[in-house]
């Protein structure tokens, strides 16, 4: 049995390190089976040599994160844990300080996994971009963070945002009001993110010089989309003939983001989703990215991850 000092340059900084409740400290003594003592005034960490060893460079990487001005929630402790034991946890070092985007109220968005950095890479290095995986995973944020930010530096003169209205155990006919007003839950979750980037007077502005266009899939077929950024939220719910029309709408200095998650489909039985069939089809062309994350991925609450998992394993 070995013992070893958690360092810390301040009280403040091993409050941030062990986090509300100590939850951070103690799930790094669960996932590496160790346990946490004071000498001289001072936290250690102690336990089997290997494992000590293990739990003390996950808090190190903490301290990084917490000098580079990051947050450090359960969340990111627990993938750190999951990096190291699978010895990869010097990935997460592409992390530190890059900024994908800032919002209107001055805060740094920032990738929080390797998966989510890579998604990120892909959005800017090709012209089409698939991100497919579970709720949580910030797929659609991310992508509105990087239309915001090539609006911004006037790559594109446009947003345009739509997603299939398919019906989840509702009838939209059942729904009150036209139909904006029917469709406009299903794109609820785009409104949302593009308010936090740009803040609600931007926001209101392009919305209603037509900068930003938030429409259902059907409002895009006959049209050519030019100097646009342009995201396709849901794709799981598509069809092939929807996904294909999307696909080629594509216009001169136009960029394109296709989200889905495969285990959320509500089409129709007998219907294949487009999103399946598109990224089997188009996976060696280039300029097309295609990233699968995983629960690993996912940012929310810790159980989130967990219900994901489960149902993924119960799907295999």
């Known amino acids: 049995m070995v013992f070893q000092k958690i360092e810390a340059e301040s009280m403040d900084e091993l409050v941030k390190l062990f986090g509300p409740f100590d939850e951070n400290i103690k799930a790094i003594c669960a996932a590496f089976d160790v346990k946490v003592a004071m000498q001289e005034g001072q936290s250690s960490l102690y336990g089997d040599e290997a494992n000590v060893a293990m739990a003390i460079r996950v808090v190190n990487k903490l301290r990084?994160?917490?000098y580079n001005g990051d947050s450090v929630d359960i969340g990111r402790v627990n993938y750190l844990c999951d990096l190291m034991k699978s010895d990869k946890l010097d990935e997460v070092d592409e992390l530190m300080g890059d900024v994908v985007a800032i919002t209107s109220r001055g805060k740094p968005i920032k990738c929080?996994?390797?998966?989510?950095?890579k998604y990120v890479d892909l959005?800017?290095?090709?012209?089409?971009?698939?991100?497919v995986g579970p709720a949580g995973t910030g797929k659609t944020y991310l992508a509105?963070?990087?239309?915001?930010?090539a609006y911004k530096?006037?790559?594109?003169?446009?947003?345009?945002?739509?997603?299939?209205?398919?019906?989840?155990g509702e009838k939209l006919g059942f729904l009150p009001g036209d139909l904006q007003e029917k469709v406009n839950p299903y794109l609820r979750p785009?409104?949302?993110?593009?308010?936090?980037?740009?803040?609600m007077d931007t926001y209101s502005k392009m919305m209603e010089r037509g900068t930003i266009e938030i429409a259902p899939l059907a409002y895009m077929r006959g049209r050519t989309l030019n100097n646009a950024y342009v995201i396709l939220d849901e794709a799981q719910n598509t069809t092939r003939e929807q996904i294909k029309m999307f696909l080629t709408r594509l216009g001169e200095n136009s960029k394109m983001v296709i989200t889905g998650d495969l285990t959320q489909i509500d089409l129709p039985k007998g219907l294949t989703s487009g999103l399946k069939h598109a990224i089997r089809i188009l996976k060696d062309i280039d300029?097309?990215?295609?990233?699968?994350?995983?629960?690993?991925?996912?940012?929310?609450?810790?159980?989130v991850q967990k219900i994901v998992k489960a149902y993924e394993t119960e799907d295999k």
């Open 64 to 66: 990084n994160f917490i």
């Open 112 to 117: 929080k996994t390797v998966g989510q950095k």
């Open 153 to 168: 530096s006037k790559q594109v003169e446009k947003i345009i945002l739509t997603r299939p209205a398919v019906e989840a």
């Open 123 to 131: 959005m800017k290095k090709n012209t089409i971009t698939f991100g």
């Open 190 to 199: 785009l409104y949302d993110a593009l308010q936090e980037m740009l803040g």
């Open 287 to 303: 300029d097309i990215g295609i990233i699968r994350l995983n629960e690993k991925d996912v940012v929310r609450h810790p159980l």
């Open 144 to 149: 509105v963070a990087i239309a915001v930010n």
